[in-house]
């Protein structure tokens, strides 16, 4: 009896003991899974939040495009670029532009504003679109500095009234309105063109035939669709279908050949430059070394 006891609880506890065994195993599995997950969420959160510090500074995006394009090979601007030309001006949240900013104005034929040296090129685009079928419609143009600030204190107030607090409603419409002096627009190169049939400044404006229509055609006039989608952190403006810039027939087809916003085709313009007078430099030390050799 006593035997077949003891055989019992040796039988019970060594089953209780393999009980235990195989349950601390599965317990220490789980554990090490979870250890091992939150290693790899932590290691996670590390790297957006250092991805996040790279590009919280703009300064630093300028600079990480500047060496992408280093290593993209992307023809040579084929045509001489002084960037001081008018035509080039860059204007965004890192380049502001002077609130005294003058030039010609003058009126488009439906009443719009714009510098005086596009006013052709762009009524020769909206007759060329016109031919095509297109009812093209500039519903902005050249906004001053007051207009500027108008617009953005506007759209803070309407955040407000929406029951946002101030920092949260100045950040909201920043996303959608450029802060008072970096306005591409303040230039009178830049107009905002929508089809006649859809008027808002929407997604969905992207869908018009005459979106289609300007993003096929727009570099044959000069013009470049000034804020793609797949540069938002260069130009710092979220995508804008409808706006364009004059920039000249040369560097519009040229931009939209190699994919370029401004940003970079300033970018790509100054590294060249830098790279001509580096050459020039080394042409003039190997002449003087020849005249040199020669005495
Ligand atoms: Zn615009």
Redesign the pocket.
């Known amino acids: 009896m006593l035997v077949v006891l003891v055989g019992g609880v040796i039988v019970v506890s060594g089953a209780l003991a393999s009980y235990f065994s195989v349950w601390y195993q599965s317990e220490q599995a789980a554990k090490n899974e979870l250890t091992g997950q939150l290693k790899e969420a932590q290691a996670r959160i590390e790297e957006l939040e250092a991805e996040n510090a790279a590009y919280r500074d703009k300064e630093e995006v300028m600079a990480a495009m500047a060496d992408a394009l280093e290593e993209e090979e992307i023809p040579e601007i084929p045509f001489e670029v002084d960037l001081d030309d008018w035509k080039y001006l860059l204007v965004n949240e890192l380049n502001p532009l002077a609130q005294d900013y003058e030039m010609e104005l003058v009126k488009t034929y439906d009443g719009q504003k714009v510098d005086a040296r596009m006013k052709e090129p762009l009524e020769a685009m909206i007759d060329a679109g016109a031919k095509d079928g297109m009812k093209l419609l500039i519903c902005?143009s050249y906004r001053d500095y007051k207009k500027q600030n108008t617009l953005m204190e506007n759209s803070i107030a309407n955040y407000v009234r929406k029951g946002l607090d101030y920092k949260d409603a100045f950040f909201k419409a920043k996303e959608q309105i450029a802060l008072t002096g970096t306005s591409?627009?303040h230039t009178g190169l830049?107009v905002?063109i929508v089809g006649k049939g859809h008027q808002s400044l929407d997604r969905a404006q992207a869908d018009t035939a005459e979106a289609k229509w300007l993003n096929e055609h727009a570099h044959e006039y000069g013009f470049i669709l000034r804020y793609p989608e797949d540069k938002e952190e260069l130009t710092m403006i979220t995508y804008?279908s409808?706006?364009f810039r004059y920039v000249g027939v040369e560097a519009a087809t040229y931009m939209k050949e190699n994919d370029l916003c401004l940003e970079e085709f300033v970018e790509l313009a100054k590294t060249q430059e830098k790279l001509k007078e580096r050459e020039q430099t080394q042409a003039q030390i190997m002449n003087k070394d020849d005249d040199q050799a020669r005495k």
Do not use: Q
């Open positions: 902005s591409e627009h830049a905002d804008e409808w706006h």
